[in-house]
């Protein structure tokens, strides 16, 4: 709904045409916890992961644009086991509509000359690791264009986490199974379901629609407090508010009752909520 919205003569001119969805990232490396030797061997990686990411067509839609990310990867040990050098790190990515991962315990082996490569017969516990959050990324923000769209890539999110629990690289992927399950899990549903209309009711209050922003915004306080009130601790919930306190409080702003709920829902960011009410 939201591109629906931004370039409607646009989509409906293309709606029978396929396009690719492309995934920009810029990926920054923190080797600091590595000798100096370690981390001279890493100096191409941030290079190698955005060329993987960046040159590669994730999924057709007919939704052509750039899903612009920033990954940031600590690197914090590096062993030798048997023939293969593993490397421990924790792992970032944000995009710019606000969908959020942080995976504390990225495991894999990496030298200088190993291949990023896309078509693969074995588990790599490097690349599918990208890919995954590629596709968790991209299915969240298929989602803001309509209803449960990123359904699919979720799936495909789900399938490279069941190979890495069943590989021999097996240390994270019982968590990342857990994060699919908890986004793509019923009582998140409602969350997923009003994406559309909270960039709707953004784009509408950029236009100085601000009464029709608040129609929509309506429908997104209902969706929230839905998932609320059966799993007040929803990590996808939490997420959302973390990304998105700001722009709720302009939506609701001199709404006393609404942002009273959402003070309720989104203590953290409780102050944000009272310095717009009237």
Not at 5 to 14: D, G, M, P, R, V
Not at 113 to 142: N, R, V
Not at 178 to 189: E, G, H, S, Y
């Amino acid at each position: 709904m939201k591109r629906l919205t931004y370039a409607l003569s646009i989509i409906l001119a293309l709606a029978l045409t396929v396009h690719s969805q492309v995934l920009k990232v810029n990926v920054t490396l923190d080797p600091t916890n590595l000798p100096t030797d370690e981390v001279n061997k890493l100096a191409d990686f941030p290079d190698k992961v955005e060329q993987y990411i960046n040159s590669y067509e994730w999924v057709e839609d007919v939704y052509e644009y750039d899903v612009n990310c920033n990954v940031r990867i600590i690197i914090q040990s590096v062993q030798q086991k048997s023939h293969e050098k593993l490397y421990l790190a924790q792992f970032v990515i944000t995009s710019e509509s606000g969908e959020y991962f942080y995976d504390k315990t990225w495991e894999f082996p990496y030298d200088q000359g190993t291949p990023f490569s896309h078509f693969k017969g074995q588990f790599d516990p490097l690349t599918h690791f990208l890919d995954f959050y590629a596709y968790m990324i991209l299915a969240g923000e298929l989602d803001t264009n309509d209803y449960l769209k990123g359904n699919p890539l979720y799936e495909k999110a789900r399938d490279i986490a069941n190979r890495g629990q069943l590989s021999r690289y097996p240390r994270g992927w019982t968590y990342r199974m857990n994060l699919v399950f908890a986004i793509t899990d019923a009582r998140t549903r409602p969350l997923r379901e009003i994406k559309p209309d909270f960039f709707e009711a953004l784009y509408l209050l950029d236009e100085g629609k601000r009464g029709e922003a608040y129609a929509y915004a309506k429908k997104v306080l209902e969706g929230l407090k839905k998932v609320y009130k059966v799993q007040p601790n929803n990590l996808y919930l939490q997420y959302f508010f973390n990304s998105h306190y700001q722009e709720l409080a302009d939506l609701f702003r001199g709404h006393n009752a609404d942002l009273n709920q959402l003070i309720e829902m989104d203590s953290r960011h409780r102050q944000a909520y009272r310095d717009v009410m009237e």
